[in-house]
């Protein structure tokens, strides 16, 4: 069931690419954009994951938190962090727990669509190269901005496998609620 803004922000318990296990709870007091990517395999998703890393700074002047679910274990997050998202809070789900109790779904047709053909194509061009594949492959995106409380104040489920809202669109989310508590 996917959740609405106005929800309690599900909670959870996720290993960090260094093993640490982290919870929303971490995250109270300070907006969170929380990113349900597919795995650190999949090359749209090392390019989205690495345009939002980019991005981590300009979160945190914000005084919110940027963190990214995979469907990936620890050792496999490790890698990535090191190479190519240093900064980036990536935390693992390979069971899918916590995609299950956010309500980001899995989708053949997502899968397929022929709008992922060109955003493919522009992940390979820049270099990100296929990995080993991990949990769910027609595992869809979904991106949330919760409060400092803890409650969903959007909630974006992606329809194909590329679809995610534009970094900076997140960012703008996570400066309006910074400046709304800072108010």
């Not at 609405?4 to 290993?15: E, H, K, T, Y």
């Not at 935390?91 to 047709?109: F, Q, T, W």
């Not at 493919?120 to 901005?145: C, D, K, L, N, S």
């Amino acid at each position: 069931m996917q959740l609405m803004p106005g929800s309690p922000a599900p909670d959870f318990s996720l290993p960090d690419a260094g093993g640490k296990t982290v919870s929303l709870a971490d995250f109270k007091g300070r907006p969170l954009v929380l990113v349900f990517s597919r795995y650190v395999g999949c090359p749209v998703c090392q390019m989205t994951s690495v345009e939002l890393t980019r991005m981590a700074p300009d979160f945190e002047r914000a005084g919110a938190a940027l963190a990214i679910v995979f469907q990936s274990s620890p050792e496999r997050l490790a890698v990535f962090a090191q190479r190519q998202a240093k900064g980036a809070v990536l935390l693992g789900d390979p069971e899918g727990r916590v995609y299950a109790d956010y309500g980001v779904e899995a989708s053949l047709a997502g899968y397929l669509a022929p709008g992922n053909l060109p955003v493919i194509f522009r992940a390979v061009r820049q270099g990100y190269g296929h990995g080993a594949f991990e949990g769910r492959e027609t595992q869809q995106p979904a991106a949330f901005v919760i409060d400092a409380a803890g409650q969903i104040r959007q909630a974006h489920y992606g329809r194909t496998i590329t679809d995610l809202p534009e970094p900076g669109a997140l960012l703008a989310e996570a400066r309006a609620l910074g400046a709304s508590r800072a108010a």
